[in-house]
């Protein structure tokens, strides 16, 4: 699993239609996204105390979250994914899998022999600590990347909380309630061991650092 630094920051969207201007100047649109946007959904998953949850509103600087990830509610490439925070130092280790196989995740008893490889080590994990289904997490993304470094910057509005209802990755029809306000943005600064003083540069602006995540916002609405 690669190791990579993890900033975000909440920004308003006259920053955020500035800073994407600078950005389409210097940096690649993402290829899998029409001119690098993309909507993601994810279905998060925690253990019945929610320690996941609170683990990350509490502060605590290392924490794990489990999540079955889609893009433009395609099922043509679905992700399970464990990713792991140590400070703004994150890991993740993901493997793809089928719709059967989230009917399959989200029963009382997982069969894990329909799990191979990496699937089936996170599949075991999810079972191990009686891991269910939270919430449904979705937002729009604007993704860059610079081709000579390690260097990503990505910008999520329309974010929004849906029940966990799985129909979620897969259907637009699922809605929610939006989580931010419309004039706020936030903005992810994504990196190696070094990011680049052209980096830093171009995503400097007047803004907060984003302390909880995305996870722990959308979960606060249903709490």
Excluded: W
């Amino acid at each position: 699993m690669a190791v990579r630094h993890e900033e975000k920051y909440i920004i308003d969207f006259r920053q955020y239609l500035m800073l994407r201007q600078r950005a389409m100047q210097i940096l690649s649109p993402d290829p899998h996204g029409k001119n690098g946007s993309y909507v993601i959904t994810s279905l998060y998953y925690d253990d019945p105390l929610d320690n996941a949850l609170y683990e990350k509103l509490d502060g605590l600087p290392e924490h794990s979250k489990f999540r079955i990830r889609t893009y433009d509610y395609s099922d043509r490439f679905i992700k399970l994914e464990r990713k792991d925070k140590h400070g703004i130092l994150t890991e993740k280790n993901d493997a793809p899998i089928t719709r059967t196989q989230i009917e399959l995740l989200n029963s009382t008893a997982t069969d894990l022999d329909a799990f191979e490889g990496d699937a089936y080590d996170l599949a075991v994990q999810v079972q191990a600590k009686g891991l269910q289904a939270k919430v449904a997490v979705r937002y729009r993304r604007d993704a860059f990347f610079h081709p000579g470094s390690d260097f990503r910057l990505t910008f999520d509005t329309e974010l929004e909380t849906i029940a966990p209802d799985p129909e979620a990755l897969f259907s637009a029809e699922v809605r929610g309630l939006p989580v931010l306000d419309g004039n706020s943005v936030v903005m992810e600064i994504k990196y190696g061991a070094h990011i680049p003083n052209f980096a830093r540069k171009l995503t400097n602006v007047n803004c907060r650092q984003l302390s909880v995540s995305k996870y722990a916002l959308c979960r606060e609405k249903y709490i």
